[in-house]
């Protein structure tokens, strides 16, 4: 009789590779206080309004249980404000400024956003630099994404931005290069809002640099 033995039932497998993912809650501002109703972009002296300040403490506690290790925010008064907020809500993180998510670089600031709606918000046909087209601010943004899988791979952050530095992602990861004239149709690629709300949220699942493999993304409004 032989004395090899047999083992039933078990296959050895090459084993499974391990996936990391790195996520990243890109949020807008919350609402600014803004009573001549123009386009502020990056001029000074725009902070949050009362409901803005609800707004972010609605987002920082819905963020408090998402074991957050960073927060990055544009270096816009507004956005310093809410990630100063929503930083309450993490364990006394500090927020740490970062030019790449800064609001876009147009030459419409000061105008009236009456008037920029009704040409569906289109900040940058024609523009040349300093100014920014949709692709320059896709690629800053894609950036940072690169930037904070180095630097966070494996954990889960909060960036506090712009609606344009949210949208545009957004649409990167649905397979689309942005152009100016999506922003007045965001629902047909898969956005259920038709903007960003002021401090919603956008959860982006990075499992390799974004210029490589679309991430997966969802938006909430935690108010």
């Not at 032989?2 to 039933?8: G, H, P, Q």
Request: a negative charge.
């Amino acid at each position: 009789m032989s004395n090899d033995r047999l083992t039933i039932g078990t296959r050895f497998e090459e084993p499974l590779e391990l996936i990391v993912r790195t996520t990243v809650y890109l949020m807008r501002h919350g609402q600014v206080h803004n009573p001549e109703g123009i386009l502020y972009g990056r001029l000074p002296g725009y902070f949050l309004s009362d409901e803005g300040i609800s707004q972010a403490r609605a987002a920082g506690a819905w963020l408090a249980d998402k074991n957050i290790t960073a927060i990055y925010c544009s270096p816009m008064e507004r956005a310093l404000q809410t990630a100063s907020i929503v930083a309450e809500y993490l364990g006394g993180l500090s927020p740490v400024v970062d030019e790449s998510i800064i609001e876009v670089g147009t030459p419409y600031e000061g105008e009236k956003t009456a008037k920029l709606a009704a040409k569906g918000w289109d900040l940058y046909t024609g523009n040349e630099p300093p100014h920014e087209v949709p692709a320059s601010v896709l690629e800053r943004i894609l950036d940072f994404f690169d930037d904070s899988l180095e630097r966070h791979c494996g954990e889960s952050i909060v960036a506090v931005a712009h609606g344009d530095i949210l949208v545009f992602p957004w649409l990167h990861a649905q397979g689309e290069m942005p152009e100016a004239l999506m922003k007045d149709r965001l629902l047909d690629y898969a956005l259920p809002v038709e903007y960003p709300a002021t401090a919603s949220i956008m959860t982006f699942e990075l499992t390799d640099s974004p210029r490589k493999a679309l991430p997966d993304v969802r938006y909430h409004c935690p108010y």
